[in-house]
């Protein structure tokens, strides 16, 4: 049988929706939620598939190094760019794309994960970006990708609840 464990990251940061249409067009920042599903083949003697303070230390470790306290903003945002590069100190992560819920989501699974996890014989198979109590993303790794992780075959995530609590 499968086992997926949830490990919870809050962080907060700034960004804005470049070509948005309305209010999210401007500088704002949302205090996030980012939930991580991971997957892996078998548990250990302790009956873990990792440790949830390893999770934190690996996953919460990037996100406050990268994107905590800092602004999150599209390569195509020239203007925003320039904006947050002459502010002093500044922080601030460039993706590759506009940074919504959907897309951070997706970065985090696509990228970040792999990179932090898979060295550990774990797999993250879903993120979702609470942006606000109201309003999540989720991304999925597909069924292709799950297929070609024979380990991680029977994975299961319908079982966890969606709600948060702050
Ligand atoms: N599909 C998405 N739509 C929007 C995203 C997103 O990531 N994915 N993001 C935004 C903005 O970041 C905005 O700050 C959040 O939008 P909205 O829910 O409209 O904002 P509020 O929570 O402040 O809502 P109010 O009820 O107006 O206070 C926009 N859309």
Not at 122 to 142: G, R
Request: glycine share 6%; proline share 4%; net charge negative.
């Amino acid at each position: 049988m499968g086992m997926t464990i949830m490990r919870r990251v809050k962080f907060n940061a700034g960004h804005r929706l470049f070509r948005h249409e309305g209010k999210c067009q401007f500088f704002h920042g949302h205090n996030y939620v980012a939930d991580f599903y991971v997957t892996g083949p078998e548990t250990d003697a302790v009956g873990r598939i990792i440790d949830f303070a390893q999770l934190k230390a690996l996953l919460k470790g990037w996100i406050d190094e990268n994107w905590d306290h800092g602004f999150l903003l599209n390569v195509e945002d020239e203007n925003g760019l320039n904006a947050i590069r002459m502010v002093e100190p500044t922080k601030y992560f460039v993706l590759p794309y506009n940074p919504t819920a959907e897309n951070m989501a997706r970065y985090l699974l696509d990228e970040v994960c792999p990179s932090v996890l898979n060295e550990l014989g774990v797999q993250a198979v879903k993120v979702v970006i609470w942006e606000t109590e109201e309003s999540c993303a989720e991304a999925t790794i597909d069924q292709d990708e799950k297929r070609e992780h024979s380990l991680f075959d029977a994975f299961q995530t319908d079982s966890f609840p969606t709600g948060l609590n702050w």
